[in-house]
């Protein structure tokens, strides 16, 4: 499980409720999906030299705790998997008390910047996921993985 992003939520993400407005929590989770991105090594180096992007294609948000003006939230994530054009990732929101906010499940396909079609991604970063995901498969995985809504 990687920590690897914190954000403090600023008042402009506060609804008429008085808490978190639902499109927040998404912006939240793809600033989540970014530091992982990130912390494989996905730069603008990246961008330029291998003329590779992600796309989110999918994501499922579960809302389980309210989320006030102020409070910091810390993201757990884990690499669920990894395929040479896609990336199955899932990020915990924890509050300050340590309570799970939301959880996203997410899909993100491997784009060639140029040709706008989905390819495999540099050989280098596959396999920088592809170790996370060794690491990250010996972790139980969360509730809410490969769940779907029920009514």
């Known amino acids: 499980m990687l920590r690897i992003y914190q954000v403090t939520v600023p008042e402009h993400w506060i609804d008429y409720n008085n808490h978190l407005t639902e499109g927040y929590y998404g912006v939240a989770f793809g600033e989540a999906s970014d530091a992982l991105l990130e912390h494989a090594g996905f730069d603008e180096a990246y961008r330029r030299d291998e003329r590779g992007s992600f796309y989110t294609v999918e994501t499922h948000i579960q809302y389980l705790q309210e989320v006030k003006l102020g409070e910091t939230l810390t993201f757990d994530t884990m690499v669920l998997g990894v395929r040479p054009k896609s990336l199955h990732a899932f990020h915990s929101m924890r509050r300050r008390d340590g309570k799970i906010a939301?959880?996203?499940?997410?899909?993100?396909?491997?784009?060639?910047?140029?040709?706008?079609?989905?390819?495999?991604m540099?050989?280098?970063?596959?396999?920088?996921?592809?170790?996370?995901?060794?690491?990250?498969?010996?972790?139980?995985?969360?509730?809410?993985?490969?769940?779907?809504?029920?009514?």
């Open 102 to 120: 939301a959880t996203q499940e997410t899909l993100l396909l491997h784009v060639d910047t140029e040709e706008v079609k989905v390819r495999p």
């Open 122 to 151: 540099a050989p280098w970063i596959l396999n920088k996921f592809n170790a996370l995901a060794e690491s990250h498969g010996t972790i139980p995985k969360p509730d809410g993985v490969g769940r779907s809504i029920n009514h």
